[in-house]
């Protein structure tokens, strides 16, 4: 159940440095036209992502760039406004910037990046699977990948895990979420059918509303990062009897795409670089949002279910790839990067996912 990002900017350090890294990343676009950026902040222009945004952005002008921010709390309109030429650069989830260039938007397809082991989730490997796919598609030799037509990726950034928060400990398995309610962002055509796959009903829901939806018991089950907890109080949605499943139905990824035509030649190059270089940090930062979830709604599948999940996942996968939902050539990759950090698994002496 491919989720998207929720991302919640307050207790968002993440996305601070996301923002961060982008603002470098503009240094080097000395143009006489000033380069307006749509950032996504769930929080406006108080949230910690836009200010850092804005703060790096000043100090940058000394390098010659003139980067005029503009924020944005409905990340629809943030793409949208990109879209029709109103920013030359848009910073936003990847289930947004999908459009753009599907194959990096891949690493956000269910299940892609999630490793268990001998029936235990693999946090550390999951993670790992991430950080390589980044840092293959930052390498120089993936830049032509990076490209499409005029729009092009300037950098990627994890958000961290998608967990299934749910109002009823009984909800403990996917069995038990038959019949149930789950939010499903009407943009990601893949997230309601997966979500129908397992028999639980799907109700749509959008960045603006779903944390709502789930405090005033409209859904029973919502998909976000651990970064959106607190921002949008999701405990009460969970109230006495909730639970958070700790087993990621995917790694979120914030992506930034520019227009090629508005920055210099290279840009790109050195932005996807820059984002990278600050990987470790956000990782970091993800791991104390996650500590902010007290222990007592932590939830871990029993060994059989995480196996069984991984097969799920898997299947829905390459389902949601064969319908046009997700990119082939992104999940060959990242299966390649998968089997390389765990060999064991599964499916990698399997020819699923080698298109």
Not at 104 to 122: H, Q, W
Not at 134 to 163: D, R
Not at 193 to 200: D, K, T, W
Request: hydrophobic share 45%; charged share 25%; net charge positive.
């Amino acid at each position: 159940m491919h989720t998207p990002v929720f991302h919640p900017n307050r207790a968002l350090g993440a996305c601070s440095l996301v923002a961060l890294a982008a603002a470098l990343s503009f240094a080097p676009a000395a143009q006489a036209a000033k380069q307006k950026v749509c950032v996504f902040d769930i929080l406006g222009t108080a949230g910690d992502g836009y200010n850092s945004a804005k703060d790096y952005a000043l100090e940058m002008q000394k390098f010659g760039a003139d980067i005029e921010l503009k924020a944005y709390i409905d990340e629809r309109v943030a793409v949208e406004d990109f879209r029709t030429g109103q920013c030359d650069a848009v910073m936003a989830t990847a289930l947004r910037t999908r459009q753009f260039n599907a194959m990096t938007a891949a690493l956000d397809s269910v299940g892609a990046s999630t490793i268990v082991r001998n029936g235990k989730l693999d946090m550390a490997s999951s993670i790992e699977v991430v950080r390589k796919t980044v840092q293959t598609f930052a390498s120089p030799k993936a830049a032509s990948l990076m490209v499409n037509g005029n729009f092009e990726v300037g950098g990627i950034a994890p958000l961290g895990a998608a967990y299934a928060f749910v109002n009823d400990r009984a909800i403990s398995n996917l069995e038990a979420s038959s019949g149930k309610r789950v939010a499903a962002f009407d943009h990601d055509k893949a997230q309601a059918q997966l979500i129908s796959r397992v028999g639980a009903r799907p109700v749509a829901a959008d960045v603006m509303n779903f944390g709502t939806m789930f405090n005033n018991g409209n859904v029973d089950v919502v998909m976000a990062p651990s970064i959106a907890f607190k921002p949008l109080e999701l405990h009460k949605g969970m109230g006495t009897k909730g639970a958070v499943h700790r087993f990621p139905l995917t790694i979120l990824t914030y992506q930034m795409i520019f227009k090629r035509d508005k920055f210099p030649e290279g840009y790109g190059q050195k932005s996807r670089e820059i984002w990278f270089s600050r990987f470790d940090t956000v990782i970091e930062l993800i791991k104390r949002a996650d500590a902010t979830i007290p222990a007592k709604f932590w939830m871990d599948p029993s060994p059989e279910d995480a196996e069984r999940y991984i097969n799920l996942m898997r299947d829905g996968r390459i389902e949601m790839a064969e319908k046009g939902f997700y990119d082939k050539k992104g999940l060959k990759i990242i299966k390649r990067i998968r089997c390389d950090v765990a060999p064991a698994s599964s499916d990698c002496g399997q020819p699923t996912e080698n298109w």
